[in-house]
């Protein structure tokens, strides 16, 4: 949310793979990437090729949903950000919902299955 790959990056393993299974090849937003180097410098393109436009996410209008496994290392988090719209009301606001896959090792992701509507990332 914030747009920072390095903040990004550091919450991940050196050797972590970072997955969008649903994004086409050839698509903006990378669909794997291995590696904290390459997760850093992937997003941070990735970030620089984005449209800017002055939304933000609402935290008082977004929510998540964290589901635990039987093994401590892994969870899944069921994210519903939503983006304050231009107008005046709800009807203009921006929901994304996601899943992601999280399997972490030492406190930092090791993978992360990012589960997304690929056309949201055009």
């Known amino acids: 949310m914030t747009r920072d790959a390095d903040a990004l990056a550091e919450n991940f393993t050196t050797d972590a793979v970072f997955e969008a299974p649903l994004m086409p090849a050839g698509a903006v ?61 709800d009807e203009s606001d921006v929901t994304v919902s996601l899943v992601q896959i999280f399997r972490t090792r030492d406190g930092k992701i090791a993978r992360l299955r990012d589960y997304f509507a690929p056309e949201l990332m055009n």
């Open 29 to 89: 937003f990378p669909r794997r990437l291995v590696g904290r180097e390459q997760i850093r410098s992937a997003m941070s393109a990735y970030y620089e090729q984005q449209v800017r436009d002055d939304r933000s996410p609402n935290l008082e209008k977004s929510g998540y949903v964290l589901h635990t496994t039987t093994d401590p290392d892994v969870f899944i988090a069921e994210i519903d950000a939503v983006f304050d719209g231009e107008g005046d009301g």
